[in-house]
């Protein structure tokens, strides 16, 4: 998987995600607000990978996706903006993305579960507790 994540810290780059971004926000103008944030979010999985080799897909699209949804590198659009690179990212490691053929796929439910998980662990172990 590690060699599938550093093909990918290619493709998803800082100037790829503020295009997304600025569709997503249409006819509102992107803002961006936290470039070392999008840089930092956009290389998590990487370094997962790195760590730890045996992480699957939606494992590293729920880091990627969390990372822009709690950075917040945009001005508005940031959930929007990490899910839709969350899915993309899926998809360019040939697996179905979130939603396929209008469902709601597998991969989203563990994706989801992981991304919980993430930021359950960020905010604390109080948080866990609830």
Do not use: W
């Not at 840089?39 to 080799?53: G, K």
């Not at 396929?100 to 991304?115: N, P, Q, T, W």
């Amino acid at each position: 998987m590690s060699a599938h994540a550093a093909r990918l810290s290619r493709l998803f780059t800082p100037e790829y995600v503020k295009r997304v971004n600025a569709q997503i926000v249409h006819p509102a103008q992107s803002v961006y607000t936290n470039p070392e944030a999008l840089e930092t979010a956009l290389n998590e999985p990487l370094q997962l990978s790195i760590r730890d080799p045996t992480q699957d897909a939606p494992h590293l699209a729920a880091y990627l996706s969390a990372g822009i949804i709690q950075d917040r590198p945009f001005k508005a659009g940031n959930s929007a903006t990490a899910f839709f690179i969350a899915n993309e990212y899926i998809r360019a490691m040939a697996i179905p993305g979130f939603a396929d053929g209008g469902e709601v796929g597998a991969v989203y439910a563990s994706a989801s579960r992981i991304g919980q998980q993430h930021f359950d662990f960020k905010e604390g172990p109080a948080s866990a507790e609830k």
